[in-house]
């Protein structure tokens, strides 16, 4: 089935937050585990959510980021003032960009075009982005016993050089962030392709996660694929990698392989006449950019 990331998926995941920005919550028999903390504005959101599930916010040990993008991370900061003893984790490059301060400030202005949205639940708390300490340095093969339920980390670069993907075995549940594309629209079988950093490591990420056989994929944003579903999202969005890189390509020999023409024309065409990209122009333009980019690489080399 394709579910709306909401409410709990059997008894150890609840989701924190809303649907655009879910926080996975792993509810181990001796610890908890948040996977993703979204804009910074949703802070006050999580904690809600936390206080709902548990009864009390400081039940939280660990907030684990599946990579370095804003709205995977933004509230990190914030929930860390609010509960001094969270332990961060992240792959040991998102660390480091979390004390740059020209990332953060970059992370603060695409939130704020968000503002509008999600004022009501930042309400007058102060949710501001600032350098954080990651205390854990994830990497490929950890594992992380929370009770009943382990955590285990891949890297699966691509989507960002610093993507990782969680996986709990003992549910065969999956937390891939976006290695492994976005469900596009409302419509089944469509995704988005998300190649920011490395086409050729992105499939090699798709296909390591296709091998683990998750049963259960909490999507990054708005959903949750199980059983049969999930193997078949897996499929279509391997399947959808190199028809997007084609895509791409036509556009890109279309504008004699000047990137920014490539751009123009394919935000045109796809994205403003077809309307069926949920995701804001602005990100949607920076993620196609990227990805031109990539695309106009291979086509060098
Ligand atoms: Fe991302």
Sequence with gaps: MKLAADGDFGEWISVGGNL??????????????????????????????????????????????????????????????????????????????????????????LSELQRRSFQNIA?????????????????????????????????????????????????????????????EGDKDGHVQVEFLSSYDDYVASLEKIIRLQPKLICMGHMWVFTDDDATV???????????????????????????DSAVQSMAKKEYDEKGTIAQPRESYLENLKAQVRQVALISVR
């Excluded at 709902?52 to 929930?79: E, M, R, W």
């Excluded at 950890?142 to 989507?159: K, W």
Aim: net charge negative; proline share 5%; glycine share 10%.
């Design 20 to 109: 655009f920005y879910p926080g996975y919550i792993i509810k181990g028999k001796e610890r908890h585990l948040m996977i993703d903390a979204g804009i910074n504005m949703m802070g006050p959101a999580y904690l809600a959510s936390l206080k709902k599930i548990f009864g009390d916010q400081n039940a939280l040990d660990f907030v684990f980021a599946t990579h370095s993008h804003f709205d995977h991370l933004g509230s990190i900061p914030y929930l860390k003032r609010k509960l001094p003893h969270l332990q961060a984790g992240a792959a040991g490059r998102v660390g480091s960009l979390m004390k740059k301060q020209s990332v953060l400030e970059l992370m603060s202005a």
């Design 123 to 183: 309400g007058d708390e102060d949710v501001h982005i600032e350098a954080v300490n990651f205390e854990i340095h994830l990497k490929e093969g950890d594992r992380f016993d929370l009770g009943g339920a382990t955590c285990e980390v891949y890297e699966v670069p691509g989507h960002t050089g610093d993507s990782l993907a969680f996986y709990i075995p003992e549910i065969r549940a999956l937390f891939p962030g976006e290695a492994c594309g976005i469900p």
């Design 233 to 259: 999202f897996l499929q279509r969005s391997l399947e959808a990698t190199p028809r997007y890189r084609e895509l791409i390509e036509t556009y890109l020999n279309a504008a004699n392989g000047d990137i």
